[in-house]
């Protein structure tokens, strides 16, 4: 484990020798938010890269040879591996990394000597001061962070009237962490405490020598990278990031229809407190009665969404819905222990389940089975029922998602919960599809045992372009004892499982958003985004119907909250895939539904409550011209679909294609308002796979 900050004085663990490195980069610029979120980072030798868990950006080349960056093959959705998978990661912390990755920008190679210059001399003063007044180190060589023994009962409460927070392992033991904001007035106020409990006065903290032993000292350069040597001025800085933010099709451009993925409206009112230091600056472990505005909001939420859910308790921690599978998992197998049944696990999973259900349930130890569909993409009850007898001295449960991934609502899902009941098993209900329960049905009513929401779909936090998210999970009385429990602060049940997060109610400066989105609405306000979420699915399905056929309907013939568009015979008849037509998408301004999940050349739709009747109907006149220029295309492989996506530079180069720049760039009227040219065209993901490269790649480009 390795602190980020410390490397720009220690040697690098790759040049002793070590393996893997892996740590928090919440020191790199990123608030403590009362425990997250924060990006964690992993790296390894060269010979575990394609090993790695988590999503990898790595270069290739685009359609016209330009150079291009992409998510890598081998990491990208480990979990469409499903029981293979080597992570169950789908939401990460992308946001919070791109963070990161703009204080290093900013602050390059010598910014962040400066800063670890600053903390470690801090810390060595300290240290020398306490020394002076006779108090003993833990160590003697430390990077910012000291450990003094005193009496911890005495230091605090001659800290807690200076303002001061330090950490308490023991009773007599002290630790004192400090860092690039650290000033020398701050240091003389610490060791004055130390100085006042030994009735001394302290000689004032002069400047001492390194505290770092010189073989442990760094001589290798790093963030040797141009983009990390450019950009000193703020304004220059801002207009990089603008740069960037220019490239990418947000929600602040157009609805993106992402089924299961719920890209909703994320309220200015809502994002407000994640300016509020009173969220930001608050350290994971402070004491109790320093945090109770945090605690009152966590508890007021937990019980909402126990109430929204139908159950009787929820648990915070996990940091993704993936996050949130895992956990629910281990609550049943924690259940099926103290009911002295831990060699129960078995769990009956779907075929059209999310990849992180199989990929969850293999990271919580389990074996999975695997549960027919039938032809309309319903769980095939018939063999789950089987399948559950078969199994039933082993079972732990079955994960099921309602609405199912297929976008209908299955009319025998209390059957389904029966049958796992009768034989033994608990009902993880996945709850990535909320968006279609909330105010009119919930898992508690269906009878489920536990479920995982995801606060940063359903409940209004921004995706942040693959997380941070919160994947909180609600549970039924008798898992309650269960849930998730931590080393340093009470939370949980009594008969908690380890935590599943450092922090112990997750990410937690982001609670604001998902306790304001339901204050504000409120009962009747949720309901009717239920029920809106459902209409506007519903109308664009029969919308389109006539071009796009919705691959599955319920017995009433209509769709949950999202759709999966049929795509599957574009191949045959106009020798286009549905990735070319989610390539052209961005030519009229739009991001790409759900490709391809959970049916093979499909498009899955998901308009939300948030979107007007307007921007839906763009996107369906949209659709449906690009089925025109489809139908137009067949027998022409130099076609305006598949050359998508086009980008301004092509557009004023040579152009020999036998379609006009025009049909290229403003198939229709309205997209002159505001045309987003894409940056690249379409990427040669097989280069980029066969030449993974993520650092230093100018050479090979
Ligand atoms: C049905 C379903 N289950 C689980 C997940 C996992 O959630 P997360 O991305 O927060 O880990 C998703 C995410 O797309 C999903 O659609």
Redesign the pocket.
């Known amino acids: 484990m390795a602190d980020l900050l410390s490397l720009a004085l220690l040697k690098a663990p790759g040049e002793w020798g070590a393996d893997i490195a892996a740590g928090s980069t919440q020191r790199l610029g990123t608030p403590m938010g009362f425990g997250g979120p924060s990006a964690g980072y992993m790296a390894t030798r060269e010979a575990f890269k394609r090993n790695m868990p988590g999503r990898i950006i790595g270069v290739s080349v685009d359609r016209l040879g330009n150079k291009a960056l992409r998510m890598s093959l081998q990491m990208r959705e480990q979990h469409i591996k499903r029981e293979k998978a080597t992570s169950n990661i789908?939401?990460a912390s992308a946001l919070m990394a791109s963070m990161v990755g703009f204080y290093c920008v900013y602050n390059g190679p010598e910014g962040l000597k400066r800063a670890a210059t600053t903390a470690h001399e801090a810390a060595a003063a300290a240290a020398r001061a306490l020394e002076a007044l006779d108090y003993k180190l833990a160590a003697k060589a430390f990077f910012d962070t000291i450990e003094v023994e005193a009496e911890a009962a005495v230091i605090q409460s001659l800290a807690l009237e200076r303002g001061i927070n330090f950490f308490y392992p023991t009773e007599n033991s002290v630790r004192i962490a400090f860092d690039e904001v650290t000033t020398p007035e701050e240091v003389e106020t610490v060791v004055g405490i130390f100085a006042e409990a030994r009735g001394r006065k302290a000689k004032g903290a002069k400047e001492s020598a390194p505290r770092i032993p010189a073989q442990l000292l760094r001589t290798s350069a790093y963030l040797t990278e141009p983009v990390f040597n450019t950009y000193r001025c703020e304004s220059d800085l801002m207009r990089y990031i603008k740069r960037l933010e220019l490239r990418d099709i947000s929600l602040a451009n157009s609805m993106i229809s992402l089924g299961?993925?719920t890209m909703k409206l994320n309220a200015a009112a809502l994002m407000q407190p994640l300016s509020l230091a009173g969220f930001l600056d608050m350290h994971p472990f402070a004491p109790a009665d320093q945090a109770e505005g945090y605690m009152q909001l966590i508890a007021e939420l937990e019980k909402d969404l126990a109430a929204i859910t139908g159950f009787a308790a929820a648990s915070l921690q996990p940091n993704?819905?993936?996050?949130g599978?895992y956990t629910g998992l281990m609550v049943i197998r924690a259940y099926h222990q103290s009911r002295g049944q831990g060699y129960r696990n078995i769990v009956l999973i779907p075929a059209s389940a999310?990849g992180?259900?199989p990929a969850s349930a293999a990271m919580a130890g389990m074996k999975i089975v695997t549960v027919a569909c039938d032809d309309k993409g319903n769980i095939d009850v018939e063999d789950l029922k089987a399948k559950a007898r078969e199994h039933s001295s082993e079972l732990a449960g079955t994960m099921i998602?309602y609405p199912s991934?297929h976008g209908v609502f299955e009319s025998r899902i209390r059957e389904i919960v029966d049958a796992v009941h009768d034989a033994g098993g608990q009902v993880y209900m996945?709850g990535?599809?909320m968006n279609a329960q909330v105010g009119l049905t919930n898992p508690g009513y269906i009878g489920a045992d536990v479920c995982h929401l995801?606060l940063?779909k359903t409940f209004a936090m921004p995706h942040g372009g693959g997380g941070p998210?919160v994947?909180p999970i609600c549970v039924a009385e008798h898992l309650r004892p269960f849930l998730p429990s931590h080393a340093l602060a009470a939370t949980g049940g009594d008969e908690g499982i380890t935590a599943v997060a450092s922090a112990p109610w997750g990410s937690a400066s982001l609670l604001p958003i998902t306790y304001g989105y339901i204050k504000m609405l409120g009962e009747e306000g949720l309901r009717r985004s239920t029920e809106m979420a459902i209409v506007n699915a519903n109308y664009m399905s029969s919308a389109l119907k006539h071009e796009y056929r919705t691959y599955y309907s319920g017995e009433t013939g209509r769709v949950g909250h999202e759709m999966i568009l049929d795509l599957t015979h574009f191949k045959h008849d106009y020798d286009i895939d549905c990735g070319d037509i989610a390539h052209r998408l961005m030519d009229y301004g739009f991001h790409a539904p759900t490709l391809s999940f959970p049916v093979h050349e499909t498009l899955m739709v998901e308009p939300t409550e948030s979107e007007p009747k307007a921007e839906m109907d763009r996107f369906i006149e949209t659709l449906i011209r690009i089925k025109r220029e489809c139908e137009a295309a067949a027998g022409q492989p130099d076609n305006v679909v598949r050359n998508a996506p086009h980008t301004a530079a092509e557009l004023c180069g040579e152009w020999t294609h036998p379609y006009t720049r025009e049909e290229a760039a403003f198939p229709l009227d309205w997209i002159r308002q505001a045309k987003f040219f894409p940056y690249v065209t379409k990427i040669d993901n097989g280069y980029g796979d066969r030449n993974l490269c993520c650092r230093n790649c100018e050479e090979k480009f």
Do not use: K
Not at 320 to 323: N, Q, R
């Open positions: 789908c939401t299961s993925c993704s819905g993936a996050a599978e999310h992180t259900n998602t991934t996945d990535a599809n995801n940063h998210g994947g």
